[in-house]
């Protein structure tokens, strides 16, 4: 990034390369806590941004267990074809100042999602900067959709 490099091809391979083996994974994990008797199969959100949003979006295109995902901070590069398999509500976070992924790739992938309900919250900021008033958006949407 220092010499001016786009990174974001370097970061969509790593993510599409540790996505192949965090899904099964994550998914082994929920059948285990779905199995513990106070947590149940009810339903399921997921939360990821940056590397949680390149590695969720090929985690939530193929679990039908999540009923809604938070995601963000990622871009289309990596992520748009399993994007435009997702259809649950999605809240989507972007920095519009983020020095990590391009704001061009991040709208890209909120268009590539296949939702009918999805929202974009955009706010001023570098990547890690994400106002912390967008935890309480995030709590009333899983409220929203899960609760």
Known sequence: MEAGEEPAPLIAAFQALVARRTVPEWRAVLDA??????????PVGYWG???GCGLGVPFVAEEPRVR??????????????????ITVPVEF???WDD????RAQS???FDALASAEKTLHANPGKHGEIPAFELDSTLRFFT???G
């Open 33 to 42: 806590v779905q199995e513990v008797e106070y947590v149940g199969a009810g």
């Open 49 to 51: 941004v940056s590397l």
């Open 68 to 85: 809604a995902a938070v995601l963000g901070l990622g871009g289309a590069s990596a992520s748009a074809e399993a994007a435009a398999r």
């Open 93 to 95: 976070l972007v920095q």
């Open 99 to 102: 020095e990590r992924v391009p």
């Open 107 to 109: 709208l890209a992938l």
């Open 144 to 146: 929203r959709h899960l």
